[in-house]
Structure formats: C-alpha cells, structure tokens
C-alpha cells in the first residue's frame, strides 16, 4: 500500500531567520500589504511502501521519530507530520513527474 | 582527521598536526574504526554537499558514532567550522549553527579573544589573547537559547568570541564552545590556516595543534 | 520507446528532416548525406547539429585561431591547443595546466547557476588533463551597477562562482571585476581554473586501444541544456512530455568534489587509458572526441547511461549537458576496481561501451542501431567559415600622444580628478565580492585578491609557485583591437612578473559581439594578430582557450574584449613581491618606460573626454620583454620590498592602491617637473610597475637595474603617518587621507556588503 506523507520543517520561533527576513522585504516590495512576518522552512514529501501492515498509529508515531530524530534539528526547528485526508494531487503529480 | 565525502579543510588539518609535532591519521566516515588515535579532529568543509543541514548526515555515520562513545570516556575531538556543525548536530555540544546573517558566505581574517583555557587542546594559550584567524562559512551562525547560554557563559564553555565586528550574526559573538569536560571543542574559525605567514594572517592557529601535542605528551 | 534507426534511416531516404531548426544549413545537411551515404538518422542529425554549432565547432573563428598553434616558442609545452586544457613544463618534474572559459549567455539567464556550471566545467577540463585542480579565478564584466537588473547579475553571479568554488575546495585566487555600459544584457563571465600534476601524470583524452571499456560515470543524466533537440522528439515521437525541462543547468558542487577525488585516485593507481569531461553536447562530444582523438571505432549502449530522468528520447540524452559527468577509457582487467573507487566516493558509474576495431563510432538503444558515423567528421571535421570581415580601421601609425593640457585640463583640478576616477567602479573597494570566496582552503595560497596576481605553492614538498593573471582591456581594445590586445597580453604578464614569477603561458578568452557582423568579426580578426604578435615577441605559447560570440543585443555588441591569463612560475614562493610590506623608509621607484600619452587611460574615460578619433601608442617589445624578466630576477635577488603594477588610471591610482590598508604610513611623491601632471598621474602606457626598495638596498638595487639596462625613476619615499592623517602626498599638488581614499573606493562599490 503506497503511502504518502508530507513532514514540514521550519526555524523555531526564537531563532534568526535572516532568509526569512529577507523574503518579507521582498514580499513588501513586490506589494504584498502589511506583511507581518516570514519564516522560511522545508518540506518532505515522502512516498513509501508498506509491507508490515502497521497500523496507521504505529506509522504516524514511526514518521513523528524520523521527522524529529533526522529531519530536523530540535534545538532550532519544529516540525509537523501532515497525513493528506484526501490525496492531494498535487502532491502526487510531482511524486509522479520528473524528479 | 576525518574525512566525510565533501570534507575539504582535512588535508590543512593534517597539516597543522605535523608542524605541531603530531602523527595525522586519516580517517573514513564509514569506517567506524578509529585506530586508536590520540584525539580526533573533524575538519572544515560541505560534508555530504551540507544536505539537509550542514553536518547533519555526516553526524550520522558510523565514525561519528565511534567518536560520540569515545568522548564521553574523555577522548578529545576538535570539530573546526563543519566539524562545530557535526559535533552539536550529534549533540556533543549545545547549540545549533545556521545560515549566516548576511545570508552571504564570509572569508575574512577574524580577530578573536580567548575567553577559556580549560581544555587540552587550549592549554598554550591564555585568557584575554587576541588572536587573528580566517573565518571562511556560510553557515557560521551560533545560536541557543538564553537560559542555555547563560549557563554557558557562567560555566566558562564558550572559550572563544568574536571582536571587533561579528562575521555571522552569532549570538553573544560566540565563536567557539567547549563541553563541560574541555575535551570536546567546535568553533568556527579555521586556526588550521594561521600556522605560517606565507598562506594565513598569522600563526595563532598553530596553539590548538601543539597545545593537544603538548596535553598528550604530558599525559604520557 | 520507438527510435529512428540506420535501417530505417537506408529505407525512408526522404523522411524530412528538421535540419535548419537544429541550426544545419542545406549544404551542410548535405554533407551530412554524402558522409554517411543516407540520411542522417535523428540521433545523428542531433549529433552533427550540436557538433557542428558555434559553439563546440567554433566554425566561425577556428580558421583564425589556427596562428596560435603555429607559434614557435622555447617553452616545453606538454600538451597544446586541441586539449582540454594547455600543460606546460614547471621543473623539477612538476607540470601545470590552465584554461580559461565563458559562460556569458546562461549568466544573464541564472546568474547563480550560469556562474557556478561555468566554475564545474573548466574545472573538470582541467581534471580530464591529470591534474589534480587547486586554484581558480574570474573575470567579470557588468553593466553599471545602479540598476537593479545589474544588481540581480552581479550578485547572483558572485554567489555561484562562491559557491560552487568553495564547496569544491578551490581557492579563488583574483580575477577582475569591470563595467561597461555594453555588458549590461550581455554580463561576462570568465572563470578560469589552474592545476597542478607530475610529468607522468598528463593524460589525454583519446580511446585507444581495442577492447578498452568506456566508463561513464558521475552524476546520473537528466534534461539540462538540451534545447532545440527537443524538436527531434517532438517531430519522431507523439509523447505527452512532461514540460518540466530545466532551460538551465544546476550545478551541485559536491557532485563534483567526489568526481575530483575519485578520478584522482583512480589517476593514482593508473586505471584510466583515456579520459574526457562531458561538458557543451554532452556525450556525444565526449564519445566522438574520445573516438576521434584515438583514432579508434568505439560501440556504444546508450541505454546503459544511468538516468534521473525516464522520460528522455535518445537524442535528448546524447546531447544532454547534465553536470558533472566524466567518460574514462579502461582496460577491462582495471574495471572492478574503477567501479570499487566510484562506489567508495558513492557515484554512478556504468560500462556504456567499448574501443573497436571498427572505424565508426556506432550507437544502439537496446540492439537498434541509431547512430553509425565516421568520429572524426563529428568531432573535428566540421564547417569552417570563412566569415567575411571589415579590418577595424587602426590609427596607430599616425597616432599623437595626448596630455592633460590638449584637453583644458589644470593642475589645480589634479586633486580633483585623482578623486574623481577613485569614486568609480574601477578603482573601488571589491570586499563585497572577494570575501565571498574561500581564498584559504588546501592551505597554499600565497597572494590572492588585492594582488597583483594570485600565487600558490605548488606542494608542500616543494617551494615553487605558479603565478597567474587574469586581465583584459575593452576599453582599450575599443580603440584600436589589435594593440589594445597586445597591451593587455603585456598586462597580464606584467602583473605575474610584478609578483616574482617569470610568465611561461597564455590562454585566453575571446568575448565577441555576432561574427555574422562584418566588423565584429574584423574586430575578432584583429584581436586574434594582437595575441599572436605579443605572444610570439615575448616567447610564450598560446596554450589553448575559448571563444565566445554572439555577446549582443540586438544591433548593439559588447566592446571588444579579449581577456588574457598569463601563468609564471616562482622557484621560492617565499621571494615573491606584493603591496604588503611597507615601512618608513622605504624608497620608491617607477620602473620601466613612460610614454607621455593619456590615450586609452581611465582618466579620459572618466572625465569623458575619450573620442572616437583616439589611438593607441605602438609597443617597444625590447623595453616590455625586458621589464617582464628582469622584474622577476630583481625580486628573487630580495632588491624589491613591494611592488604594484600600474595598469588603468595610472600611477596615482597604483600608489592609492598600495597604501590602502597601511594605516601608519603614506607614500611621499614628487611628480617629474618635465612631465605635465595629469600625465604623471594617469598616463597608462609603457608597462610600468611601482618597486618600492629598502633603504639599504637602494644602492645595490639601481646598480642591478643599470646593468640589466632598466629604466627606473625614483619618484620618492615612505613616510610616517597615522589614519587620520595623510595617505599620499604628491608634493607640490596635493594629498589625501586615508579616510578620503576609504571614502572613495566604497562610492564605486559595485555590491554593497
């Protein structure tokens, strides 16, 4: 069963973000009203299959280990697993495309 | 030293080594063997081209591995620019580096103080020297929470800090911490480029390599 | 996938064929036909179209560019012009290579990435030659860097030569940085990469021998750059491609940090025959120029090629210029332990092919047959034009020199001038620039940025140095494109012996407007007999280099601009010269000979007094040969304490330079009262150098310089100061502080920090 999960990473709250920074500037010019604020991050889009027959608890524990343990540095970013409820095409369009 | 696919400033490290009087060994990633070495220095450079995060999947090799176990038995490791990445991805030290605040990357002759001298590998030098060493990083910025830093501060393990103009937007002007312990040391600038006026701006650099030299021939 | 094959190519002999698209013209198609006896079929239209363009044929300038390869020089030269990169003989059993190379257009297009593919490919080129890489430097030409488009080239262009550079390990050794109004649309980047070897390690790239495997490896391949060979899919195939090509390519530098470090050690253990980078048309440059250049037939599987991208027609994968890719030739008994070195580093490697003792270079895909073709008429037979030229019209035979008084100009403005062309983006602060490159990394950098030329030590174990320069002159060679040419040759060798070393060799690269413009290409012409005089004059072989045409927009070409690397060698590192040392007391000399002239200077430039009438003064080879070498051996005799090389605004501006950053001292100058100041001050022809000489060596150092017939001035001496007060004082005129000076080199800045 293919599964497919998106773990978004980004700068903790507390901590610099000068790329951040500079996007807002740049919102700003290009005439984005009232920009409060930018924090730029990343995002996983991860596709896997799943053999183990895992119940959807075990993996979402299984992927919040990995997003914490590898994808992210604690100690500055934070981090979120989001499981699509429908399958988001666009997700799977890229998945499927050109790498 | 260590070399990760990517490492660049291993062969410099070496170097310093030898004009210190020490014996450079080589070391591999993947090996986690680590052939009984004195100390261990993990060198400059784009390990693993710096994906994900800058030493992140360099902390996770089995040589790292090796290194994390032995530090904790006292053996001295120096992680010098992606080095100080690895070493507080694995959480050897505390604190994170991240994107420079200039968002640009920084060559420069740095001048620095030493703020403490409580480790094997700082013993030639003293509290207050100034030194002049390059920086060269665009990932150099030193970040931690407060409560964390004031700990630091208070307990003495930031050994090294920025003067005169901060290259990276580094909180407190924090260039380099050490562990409680001092065998454990990260800091950004290169000393393994200010052994010889010829190719660096001074010669500051050479202390950390002859003071590990000097610490293990003491120690026998 | 379906492909177009030889047999079919034999059965539908009138198939059309998209030929002028791809950039054939009908008599060249036709050539094609005779060749191969058929029509070509469309992997082997795709491999002639892109073989044959300007760009890998260089069919506009080759007929020209053939002089250089017939100068006679005493140089021992290992490998020449044809080669990826020249090699040239250093000593003691060491060898040294260099090229430099254009990426223009994509620099427009992603300055990031244009830069950054530019540093990846002269680096391998100079990988392919067996050296190991350990310096490289660039020289850049923008628009005026006011506006934000400037802005947007500059700093994304500076970013990727760091960038990439860096992550690799390379020190970025100088270069230049200049800016000209017709470079605004047409930036210029020329990044040029020096490498060191032993005699034994130089390789070739030729496929020799029957039954050697042809080893791709590296990274995987994948949509980039292929542009109009698109249109051959669309026309044979009715897929629903996926619109997802990358117009440009990207770069990944640690890709080619790996690709270094495995190639050096299979170098090391002697496992490669021949070897090839893949850079413009990809691999069917690099398997018909193997091919070619061995003389060998070779049998190729393109299907063995690892892919990033499934979806790619066989001539979109032919012509791909993917990065970071090399093509080794490998004796079979070898093969395990290549493919244990690419593992070991973690990069792709796949046995594509092997040597024949066929003639043709023969392709299939999964047994078809798509490509049959004799090599050498791919590689190295294709068009020559003869394009027709207009010869620029020289007025150097009835050239006047000019002075500061043809042009109303009054001692009393002298102070303000000398201010005026600091403020400008030639003479400013590069900071901005420079300290984005690593200048420190592999720990033998001597002299970079700031200097006049970049200096590495060859080895550790050694004490030899290379020296190289990178300069070029449009605005000279605006004016007279010939001797503006031959100046900036003289340039660039003068910069490398004001460091100490005696230059050995020159490459180059020529950055043209359209060669389908008469003038332009007379320009061209005229710029390619300036380099061959002044190399031959001065004994140095043209090594090898690039050209670069089409650098315009619309009707409106860039200036002329032939950019010159002159390398030299120092035997002692430690006996090199620079703006370093400076201390009270010191004496300082001009040496070699002033023509009292302003032609072509930046003074007029900058007070926009130049016209179009102007020329340029002739070249005394005796007196600028002679500078060039004895300069070195005075050095190396530990005469001279410092040195600058005055170049564009003159002797002011060198002598600015050289005290910026030695706060507790100034230069004290008097001007020759027989020479009209704005002369003294800005005049910047012959090839003069600032010497500054010990006290106690003074005597020792003019007797030397009298035996060996040099010209030399005293002009004055090193004094006291301290940062508030005086940086220079021309005595009688005027001075400035340091303060002032700082003041004007950050106003030309053409990136702020």
């Known amino acids: 069963m293919t599964e497919r999960v998106t773990v978004q990473v980004w700068l903790k709250e507390a901590v610099l973000d000068p790329q951040g920074q500079a996007v807002q500037k740049a919102l700003t010019r290009e005439g984005l009203p009232g920009v409060k604020s930018v924090r730029q991050g990343k995002a996983f889009f991860i596709e896997f299959e799943d053999e183990s027959g895992k119940s959807q608890e075990d993996l979402n524990q299984l992927i919040e280990k990995l997003a914490r343990d590898l994808l992210s540095n604690p100690v500055i970013e934070d981090f979120q697993v989001i499981w699509p409820s429908e399958p988001d095409a666009r997700v799977i369009d890229y998945l499927e495309g050109d790498a | 030293m260590v070399t990760f696919p990517g490492s660049l400033d291993d062969v410099d490290a070496a170097r310093a080594v030898s004009k210190a009087g020490g014996e450079p060994v080589s070391l591999w990633h993947d090996d986690a063997d680590i052939k009984a070495v004195d100390a261990v220095i993990l060198p400059g450079g784009f390990s693993f081209g710096d994906y994900l995060r800058a030493g992140a999947i360099a902390s996770l090799s089995p040589v790292v591995e090796t290194v994390v176990k032995e530090a904790a038995a006292g053996l001295p490791v120096l992680g010098i620019c992606n080095g100080f990445q690895i070493l507080c991805e694995v959480g050897l030290l505390p604190g994170a580096l991240t994107r420079n605040a200039g968002l640009r990357f920084v060559c420069r002759d740095q001048r620095l103080r030493v703020e403490d001298v409580n480790s094997p590998w700082l013993r030639n030098y003293y509290v207050g020297q100034e030194l002049v060493i390059p920086v060269k990083n665009g990932e150099g910025c030193y970040q931690i929470s407060k409560d964390e830093l004031s700990e630091l501060e208070r307990s003495g393990m930031v050994f090294l800090r920025y003067i005169e103009e901060n290259p990276n937007g580094s909180l407190a002007d924090v260039a380099g911490v050490r562990n409680a312990q001092g065998n454990v040391l990260g800091l950004m600038p290169h000393p393994e480029h200010a052994i010889d006026v010829l190719t660096g701006p001074s010669t500051d650099g050479l202390g950390f390599f002859s003071s590990i030299v000097d610490s293990l021939v003491k120690a026998g | 996938m379906k492909v177009d094959t030889v047999a079919d190519a034999l059965r539908n002999s009138n198939t059309p064929q998209p030929f002028s698209e791809l950039g054939l013209k009908p008599d060249e198609y036709e050539r094609i036909k005779s060749i191969l006896g058929r029509r070509p079929t469309s992997a082997e239209l795709a491999m002639y179209s892109v073989m044959w363009s300007e760009h890998c044929s260089y069919k506009s300038s080759k007929v020209h560019l053939r002089k250089f390869g017939e100068i006679k020089t005493s140089k021992n030269v290992l490998a020449g012009i044809g080669e990826n990169a020249g090699v040239i003989d250093i000593g003691d059993g060491w060898a040294a290579t260099f090229k430099v190379e254009s990426h223009n257009h994509p620099s427009y297009i992603e300055p990031y990435q244009g830069a950054a593919t530019g540093v990846g490919g002269i680096v391998r080129d100079i990988v392919a030659m067996g050296a190991r890489p350990v310096a490289v430097m660039d020289s850049l030409r923008f628009g005026p860097p006011d506006s934000a488009d400037v802005q947007r080239v500059i ?128 691999l069917s440059c690099a398997t018909s120029e193997l091919a070619s250049n061995g003389g060998a037939g070779m049998r190729v599987r393109l299907e063995e090629v690892p892919l990033r991208d499934s979806d790619l027609s066989v001539e979109e994968i032919l012509m791909s210029e993917s990065q970071e890719r090399m093509c080794a030739i490998v004796r079979p008994e070898n093969l395990e332990q290549v493919m244990k070195v690419c593992e070991k580093w973690g990069l792709k490697a796949s046995v594509i092919g092997e040597i024949t003792g066929e003639k043709n270079l023969v392709i299939t895909w999964n047994y078809q047959e798509i490509v049959n073709v004799p090599p050498r008429t791919v590689a190295h037979e294709g068009p020559e034009y003869q394009r027709p030229f207009v010869m620029p019209i020289s007025n150097s035979k009835g050239h006047t020199p000019c002075t500061g008084a043809d042009f109303g100009l009054k001692s009393e403005n002298l102070k303000e001038a000398i201010l005026r062309v600091m403020s400008g983006t030639e003479v400013a602060d590069f900071s901005a620039i420079t300290d984005q490159y690593d200048r420190y990394v592999r720990g033998q950098t001597v002299l970079s940025a700031n200097a006049d030329a970049g200096l590495v030590r060859v080895s550790d174990d050694s004490t030899k140095g290379l020296a190289v320069s990178l300069d070029g002159n449009g605005r000279i060679c605006a004016i007279d494109a010939d001797l ?61 280099g690039n050209v670069s045409f089409y650098n315009q927009t619309g009707e409106t070409a860039i200036v002329p601009t032939p950019v010159i690397g002159a390398l030299g060698v120092i035997d002692d590192v430690h006996q090199h010269a620079s703006s370093e040392h400076l201390d009270v007391g010191d004496v300082i000399y001009v040496v070699g000979e002033l023509l009292e002239d302003l032609s072509g200077s930046l003074l007029l430039e900058t007070m926009g007094l130049s016209e179009s009438t102007m020329s340029l003064p002739e070249i005394s080879y005796e007196n600028e040969a002679r500078l060039i070498t004895v300069l070195p051996a005075l050095i190396s005799e530990g005469l001279i304490r410092a040195t600058h090389d005055i170049s564009d605004g003159g002797l002011v501006t060198a002598l600015v330079e050289m005290v910026r950053g030695h706060r507790s001292q100034a ?67 005027c001075q400035f502080t340091h303060e002032e000076l700082i003041i004007a080199f950050q106003k030309g800045m053409l990136l702020k920090h």
């Open chain 3, 667 to 733: 230069l004290s100058v008097v001007p020759d009262d027989d020479v009209e100041p704005f002369v003294w001050a800005f005049a910047e022809f012959g090839g003069r150098v600032v010497c500054v000489v010990k006290g106690q060596s003074v005597a020792r150092f003019e007797k030397v310089a009298d035996e060996r017939k040099l010209t030399y001035r005293r002009i004055g001496d090193v004094i006291s100061s301290n940062y508030a007060e005086q940086a220079l004082e021309i005595r009688g005129f």
């Open chain 3, 155 to 282: 700093s994304g262009v500076v970013a990727g030569i760091g960038g990439y550079g860096n992550c690799l390990g390379l020190p970025n050794i100088g270069g230049e940085t200049k800016i000209h109004a017709s470079y605004e649309k047409n930036p210029l980047v020329n990044a040029l990469c020096v490498g060191v070897m032993r005699h034994e390690d130089v390789h070739f790239s030729k496929a020799t021998g029957e039954g050697n495997l042809v080893v791709l490896y590296g990274a995987s391949t994948g949509g980039d750059g292929i542009g109009g060979v698109s249109i051959l899919a669309s026309e044979v195939f009715d897929e629903t491609k996926s619109a997802k090509r990358p117009s440009v390519q990207v770069g990944d530098p640690f890709t080619e940090k790996l690709l270094i470090e495995a190639t050096m050690e299979m170098f090391a253990s002697g496992l490669v025959e021949g070897i090839q980078d893949l850079g413009g048309a990809g």
């Open chain 3, 484 to 544: 503006g040419t031959q100046w900036s040759v003289l340039e660039a060798c003068r910069n490398v012996a004001a460091v100490g070393a005696i230059p050995q060799a020159l490459t180059n690269c020529l950055n043209f407007g359209s060669p389908e413009d008469p003038e332009v290409m007379g320009q061209f012409v005229a710029a390619t007999n300036g380099l061959a005089t002044a190399a031959t004059a001065l004994d140095l072989p043209v090594t090898g």
